[in-house]
Nanobody, 121 residues
Framework: QVQLVESGGGLVQPGGSLRLSCAAS????????MGWYRQAPGKQRDVVAV???????NIADSVKGRFTISRDYNKNMVYLEMNTLKPEDTAVYYC???????????????WGQGTQVTVSS
């Protein structure tokens, strides 16, 4: 069973930085894309950044210039470097993966359990 495990969240002051990591494991699969979403209290879950196997990225306007997504697909990992953090970045951040599962020959989307990022002084 595929699992996504996030790490790196925490409490940071405004203007600070954090780096999130996500590792995909379990089963045999090919990665189509991996990314990060976030959900603040009382709000819907929104995309933050996505990166494809080819390296193409899609970054939300609200974080452009501050957040960077990268991947190491040899290790089945994706990272989110977050700089110049603002209080409005406070949310639970979820890792997302679009995988091709070789055993079933189907695409499936997986989610991590989420990691809390709190930006506050």
């Amino acid at each position: 069973q595929v699992q996504l495990v996030e790490s790196g969240g925490g409490l940071v002051q405004p203007g600070g930085s954090l780096r999130l990591s996500c590792a995909a494991s379990g089963g045999i699969f090919r990665i189509n894309a991996m990314g990060w979403y976030r959900q603040a209290p009382g709000k819907q879950r929104d995309v933050v950044a996505v990166i494809t196997t080819g390296g193409g990225t899609n970054i939300a306007d609200s974080v452009k210039g501050r957040f960077t997504i990268s991947r190491d697909y040899n290790k089945n990992m994706v990272y989110l470097e977050m700089n110049t953090l603002k209080p409005e970045d406070t949310a639970v951040y979820y890792c997302n993966a679009d995988l091709y599962i070789l055993a079933t020959r189907h695409h499936s989307v997986y989610w991590g359990q989420g990691t809390q990022v709190t930006v506050s002084s």
